[in-house]
């Protein structure tokens, strides 16, 4: 995929220079890209030539004085230029593998890209990592990387990545060790697998690699109805004993699902540090309602108005505690309505995976003024949900008004909505 605009800032050099969605970034200063790094690396001078063509197939060279360091104001399609790298793994807990047919394209894409990791924090199993992309990781100084460990215990890499070089692989992590790239490391638990002294094992290996190893989020292994790999799902002894072995070792962190399975309250926000791996559910509860105390809230609205969050299940408690603190608030009524996976399956807790049907059914016969969503149901920087529906087709089967939650952690937008009421 060559370096195709999406959209253009306002106000930027983009727009300035009349760049539209659709044009592409050929070169700057005659280099072609092959992706974000590269483009970064060209933005960092106060005079540059760029190439571009326009959706008529037309080609404009303008040259641009701006700032060292000042960006044109381009979003790409993609933050990758040429080919992604594709992932040569087949692992026996893989969710897109076990995912039906019907849902967005872009979910069925399997990439183990080593700059998808570093630009947008995809996590990478190194299996594909060639001795050219270490050679531009060195030269770049880029880092740091999201890696899927699940094991230092090669013969069990390979058999849960399924893939004869996932054992080998683990020598990158010593690489990463010996030229200071550092890197957080994720464990997808499998109950039989790498769980237990597996588990111990590998917390003890990455252990040794000392501060290049930034974070450790250990997740449970995700389980749907359409799954054909038998597997057994993390319970509550299995989540317990987890949490305890994980306790043991420094800048080590269970997701929050792990404490929900336990029966265990979630932790402090100093369990979580800096909460590396947020976007792998490692400390999402926590620092939102970390973020909510923090909000000024008004003591009345003006006209009476009714509040309805639709969380996933995994949320609820948390969203409980918020709504007793909103309920307060006079003529504002709060009700918390967790929606259940009928499609993927009630194992599955997470607002991200919620599809449209789902959401209808639950949401359908409320009463309310506006039903609240957090913006992580919709693909990014667009109304649609996974299931290839719309937020409009949501609204025109319920006949209800959306408040979409930008920020997944902070209620600061729900509280100024509710300020100017």
């Given at each position: 995929?060559?370096?195709?605009?999406?959209?253009?800032?306002?106000?930027?050099?983009?727009?300035?220079?009349?760049?539209?969605?659709?044009?592409?970034?050929?070169?700057?200063?005659?280099?072609?890209?092959?992706?974000?790094?590269?483009?970064?690396?060209?933005?960092?001078?106060?005079?540059i030539t760029i190439l571009i063509e326009h959706k008529d197939g037309t080609q404009e060279q303008i040259e641009i004085e701006k700032d060292y360091d000042e960006d044109l104001g381009i979003?790409?399609?993609?933050?990758?230029?040429?080919?992604?790298?594709?992932?040569?793994?087949?692992?026996?807990?893989?969710?897109?593998?076990?995912?039906?047919?019907?849902?967005?394209?872009?979910?069925?894409?399997?990439?183990?890209?080593?700059?998808?990791?570093?630009?947008?924090?995809?996590?990478?199993?190194?299996?594909?990592?060639?001795?050219?992309?270490?050679?531009?990781?060195?030269?770049?100084?880029?880092?740091?990387?999201?890696?899927?460990?699940?094991?230092?215990?090669?013969?069990?890499?390979?058999?849960?990545?399924?893939?004869?070089?996932?054992?080998?692989?683990?020598?990158?992590?010593?690489?990463?060790?010996?030229?200071?790239?550092?890197?957080?490391?994720?464990?997808?638990?499998?109950p039989g697998y790498n769980d237990g002294k597996e588990l111990e094992r590998t917390l003890n290996d990455l252990a040794q690699l000392k501060n290049t190893v930034l974070s450790t989020a250990?997740?449970?292994?995700?389980?749907?109805?359409?799954?054909?790999?038998?597997?057994?799902?993390?319970?509550?002894?299995?989540?317990?004993?987890?949490?305890?072995?994980?306790?043991?070792?420094?800048?080590?962190?269970?997701?929050?699902?792990?404490?929900?399975?336990?029966?265990?309250?979630?932790?402090?926000?100093?369990?979580?540090?800096?909460?590396?791996?947020?976007?792998?559910?490692?400390?999402?509860?926590?620092?939102?309602?970390?973020?909510?105390?923090?909000?000024?809230?008004?003591?009345?609205?003006?006209?009476?108005?009714?509040?309805?969050?639709?969380?996933?299940?995994?949320?609820?408690?948390?969203?409980?505690?918020?709504?007793?603190?909103?309920?307060?608030?006079?003529?504002?009524?709060?009700?918390?309505?967790?929606?259940?996976?009928?499609?993927?399956?009630?194992?599955?807790?997470?607002?991200?995976?919620?599809?449209?049907?789902?959401?209808?059914?639950?949401?359908?016969?409320?009463?309310?003024?506006?039903?609240?969503?957090?913006?992580?149901?919709?693909?990014?920087?667009?109304?649609?949900?996974?299931?290839?529906?719309?937020?409009?087709?949501?609204?025109?089967?319920?006949?209800?008004?959306?408040?979409?939650?930008?920020?997944?952690?902070?209620?600061?937008?729900?509280?100024?909505?509710?300020?100017?009421?």
């Amino acid at each position: 995929m060559p370096a195709i605009v999406d959209s253009v800032l306002k106000n930027s050099i983009a727009e300035e220079l009349d760049i539209k969605k659709g044009d592409t970034l050929v070169s700057v200063d005659g280099q072609v890209m092959s992706d974000m790094i590269d483009y970064n690396f060209y933005m960092k001078s106060e005079f540059i030539t760029i190439l571009i063509e326009h959706k008529d197939g037309t080609q404009e060279q303008i040259e641009i004085e701006k700032d060292y360091d000042e960006d044109l104001g381009i979003v790409f399609q993609s933050a990758v230029f040429d080919k992604i790298k594709p992932c040569l793994n087949h692992c026996i807990f893989c969710f897109v593998d076990q995912q039906p047919k019907g849902l967005r394209d872009t979910l069925y894409i399997k990439d183990d890209d080593y700059r998808l990791s570093y630009l947008q924090g995809t996590y990478i199993t190194l299996t594909n990592l060639t001795q050219k992309d270490k050679d531009r990781i060195k030269r770049m100084h880029l880092g740091p990387f999201y890696v899927s460990v699940h094991t230092t215990n090669p013969e069990l890499r390979v058999k849960m990545l399924r893939n004869p070089k996932a054992g080998e692989a683990l020598e990158n992590l010593k690489w990463f060790r010996e030229n200071k790239i550092p890197f957080h490391a994720q464990i997808v638990l499998c109950p039989g697998y790498n769980d237990g002294k597996e588990l111990e094992r590998t917390l003890n290996d990455l252990a040794q690699l000392k501060n290049t190893v930034l974070s450790t989020a250990i997740v449970p292994v995700g389980i749907t109805q359409f799954r054909q790999e038998k597997l057994k799902k993390v319970g509550p002894k299995c989540a317990a004993e987890t949490i305890e072995i994980a306790s043991k070792y420094k800048r080590v962190c269970c997701s929050d699902e792990f404490f929900l399975l336990a029966d265990k309250p979630i932790p402090p926000a100093k369990y979580y540090g800096n909460f590396c791996q947020l976007d792998d559910g490692v400390g999402a509860l926590r620092l939102t309602y970390e973020n909510f105390k923090k909000l000024e809230l008004p003591k009345s609205v003006s006209n009476k108005h009714k509040m309805i969050f639709a969380c996933s299940y995994a949320a609820k408690d948390m969203f409980e505690k918020i709504a007793k603190k909103l309920s307060k608030i006079k003529n504002l009524k709060i009700e918390i309505c967790p929606v259940k996976s009928k499609y993927w399956g009630e194992d599955i807790t997470v607002a991200g995976l919620i599809t449209t049907q789902d959401l209808i059914d639950t949401i359908k016969d409320k009463t309310c003024d506006v039903v609240v969503i957090p913006s992580v149901m919709l693909r990014p920087y667009s109304e649609d949900f996974l299931d290839g529906k719309t937020l409009s087709y949501v609204k025109k089967k319920t006949s209800k008004n959306f408040l979409v939650q930008k920020n997944i952690y902070s209620l600061e937008e729900v509280v100024e909505y509710i300020k100017e009421l």
